[in-house]
């Protein structure tokens, strides 16, 4: 069956002719044979992602109430993503299995490669790990950080006078906790050739390849705040730069 519609466009006239297949049978110039009617749909590229993590991390720097948490990102979407990152952190392992409960989180730089801190967290605590980007969870890594003890003292070094064949140094040691110390031993090693002569108002103990000096009998109490010193004649070719004590009960 024909059907032949007339229109007028911009004076000329128009022709449209429409063929409707019958019952018997369809039309040459409606068959699907011929591609006439019908286009199939083309699927589109599928994307195939490597077996392989899309990024990674690493606690790196701690404090007593802080972590530093380096990434790197190895893919890009659909397989990986873009920066910034979002560390969120949790309580417990289970926590962050789940995404809950989150207890502090902070955004990375533009960098797919770098590095975040979080800070005001408890010392001497276990925390878990998790990354975001581009909107979603990453559901491959989990890692895990503790944050450093609080040091029940601390100490510092001065040094007073020097010399080509030695230097006279002067070691503080502070109560750096909320408590009464009864006791406290201050630890370091040496850069170079150092030897220590002579020592006064401390007591210095076997260590190994280090050097430990603990309290003499009259200087070991220390209320909170408080400070003591003792002093050491050392030999050595130079003075040490940069010398960092570690100090305990």
């Known amino acids: 069956m024909r059907y032949r519609l007339s229109a007028m466009a911009g004076g000329a006239a128009l022709a449209l002719t429409i063929v409707v297949a019958g019952a018997a049978g369809a039309s040459a110039a409606g068959s699907p044979a011929t591609g006439g009617a019908l286009l199939a749909a083309t699927p589109g590229p599928t994307v195939t992602c490597p077996p392989a993590i899309p990024l990674t991390g690493a606690v ?7 972590l530093t ?6 893919q890009r979407p659909p397989c990986g993503y873009d920066p910034p ?3 969120t952190l949790f309580a417990s392992s ?3 299995r789940q995404w809950l409960n989150p207890v502090a989180e902070a955004v990375s730089g533009p960098e797919r490669s770098g590095k975040v801190t979080i800070d005001g967290l408890t010392p001497d605590t276990a925390y878990w790990y998790r990354f975001s980007a581009n909107g979603q969870h990453d559901p491959y890594w989990t890692g895990s ?5 609080e040091q029940p003292c601390a100490a510092t070094v001065a040094i007073d006078s020097a010399w080509g064949g030695g230097f006279v140094a002067r070691v503080t040691v502070r109560n750096a906790g909320a408590e009464t110390l009864g006791t406290w031993h201050v630890s370091w090693r040496w850069p170079g050739d150092e030897r220590i002569v002579s020592l006064w108002n401390g007591v210095a103990a076997d260590a190994g390849d280090g050097v ?3 309290n003499a009998s009259y200087n070991g109490t220390l209320a909170p705040g408080a400070s003591t010193t003792f002093g050491m004649l050392v030999a050595a070719t130079a003075p040490p730069v940069g010398l960092d004590p570690a100090c305990t009960r």
């Not at 790196?60 to 802080?66: A, L």
């Open 69 to 74: 948490i380096s990434y790197s990102i190895f």
């Open 60 to 66: 790196t720097g701690v404090t007593t109430t802080s």
């Open 85 to 87: 990152v979002t560390v």
């Open 145 to 149: 950080g503790r944050t450093a003890a």
């Open 94 to 96: 289970e926590d962050a």
């Open 212 to 214: 430990t000096i603990g």
